[in-house]
């Protein structure tokens, strides 16, 4: 059984950081895509940062890039966001998933999110 569970989240004032972790479970980690997403209220869901693991290739959203990094521990099969110079317009709540497929396609299986709240 597939499970992604996502902690860290919080609240903290605009300039702040906060570290994502996204804990997985139930798969192989041979060729995936594990992608970070958010939806604010009232908005879209947007992909925040993916990555996949066969080649290593990293897509960040253009309103992030330079303050988000991705990354995982391959032994702990946890991925983890780490936003940097948060601003208000990043209080979202945040998603981490995977896609079994392109880090552009279908993602399979989602976490329950954990909310982030920047204030000004």
């Known amino acids: 059984q597939v499970q992604l569970v996502e902690s860290g989240g919080g609240s903290v004032q605009a300039g702040g950081s906060l570290r994502l972790s996204c804990a997985a479970s139930g798969y192989t980690y041979s060729s995936n895509c594990m992608g970070w997403f958010r939806q604010a209220p009232g908005k879209e869901r947007e992909g925040v940062a993916r990555?996949?693991?066969?080649?290593?290739?990293?897509y960040y959203a253009d309103s992030v890039k330079g303050r988000f990094t991705i990354s995982q521990d391959n032994a702990k099969n946890i991925v983890y966001l780490q936003m940097n110079s948060l601003k208000p317009e990043d209080t979202a709540m945040y998603y981490c998933?995977?896609?079994?497929?392109?880090?552009?396609?279908?993602?399979?299986?989602w976490g329950q999110g954990t909310q982030v709240t920047v204030s000004s």
């Open positions: 990555w996949h693991t066969r080649g290593g290739t990293i």
């Open positions: 998933a995977v896609s079994f497929g392109s880090c552009q396609g279908e993602y399979n299986y």
